[in-house]
């Protein structure tokens, strides 16, 4: 596919993603002169994880700061132009998770060597405002010069949801949670690609449907449901599995 056949379509905004990247210089930026700000990201790297394992990568692509500041603020001055290979490598991801986690764990073990002193929520606040801020520069950059989800693809946080994703998936209790992206009448899929163009990832939806429950089961959608709101023919939604499993015997009594 060509640098020029993705397209800057319209992100899918709820109430909450239209609003939450005003969140991001308050604690990237605000966190470095008020400490505490950082603390913030307590709440949100537990409700993360909570939705990784019930519901994939949600969080990414309905929730999140930054993914709200990519999509509202700077797709519009981004070349939006392909993700290079290296970002969506696997080496890719688990060396720079490896990294960073390594980097985060270090500074929060000398934020506690001050447990107990009246400086410890600041040191402790510091350390995550820090660590938001890299996402900030790195991400942003990216997407001026790269594309706008550049960041999302190796996001240490993603990586996150992902293994919370494959344990929910394992355990079977994202089951009813978990909607993804699903054909809800394949056969009239024109193979047009429309939903890979407009992808905020770069997936491609139309190849890779399951056969046995026609859903889009790559790990890396972020649900973000703008190939359901793009797509010409009007026959993609989000469903979980047993959805999924009606429509598909609804279809076969249909034919017989």
């Not at 709101?229 to 999924?244: K, R, V």
Request: glycine share 8%; with cysteine; aromatic share 14%.
């Amino acid at each position: 596919m060509s640098k020029l056949a993705f397209q800057k379509t319209n992100r899918v905004f709820n109430k909450f993603k239209n609003y939450s990247w005003i969140m991001v210089p308050v604690i990237a930026i605000g966190g470095m002169y008020i400490p505490k700000l950082g603390l913030l990201l307590i709440p949100i790297m537990l409700t993360l994880m909570v939705l990784g394992f019930l519901k994939g990568k949600y969080w990414c692509g309905n929730l999140c700061p930054h993914g709200s500041l990519f999509d509202k603020i700077l797709l519009s001055v981004s070349p939006n132009g392909r993700i290079p290979g290296l970002f969506t490598s696997k080496v890719m991801k688990v060396a720079f998770f490896l990294f960073y986690m390594g980097m985060f764990g270090s500074r929060l073990a000398k934020a506690f060597s001050y447990w107990g002193s009246m400086t410890f929520l600041d040191r402790l606040g510091f350390v995550f405002a820090a660590n938001y801020l890299i996402p900030t520069i790195v991400g942003t950059t990216l997407a001026l010069f790269v594309n706008p989800r550049s960041w999302c693809t190796f996001c240490p946080m993603g990586t996150f949801e992902e293994l919370a994703y494959k344990l929910g998936t394992f355990t079977g209790f994202n089951r009813k949670t978990d909607k993804k992206v699903t054909s809800a009448q394949p056969e009239k899929c024109t193979k047009c690609g429309k939903c890979s163009r407009v992808c905020p990832m770069q997936l491609a939806p139309y190849r890779e449907l399951s056969l046995e429950t026609n859903q889009f089961n790559n790990v890396d959608c972020i649900r973000c449901s703008t190939c359901v709101y793009n797509c010409p023919t009007g026959i993609l939604i989000m469903a979980n599995a047993e959805e999924a499993s009606q429509y598909k015997n609804y279809r076969k009594r249909s034919i017989a």
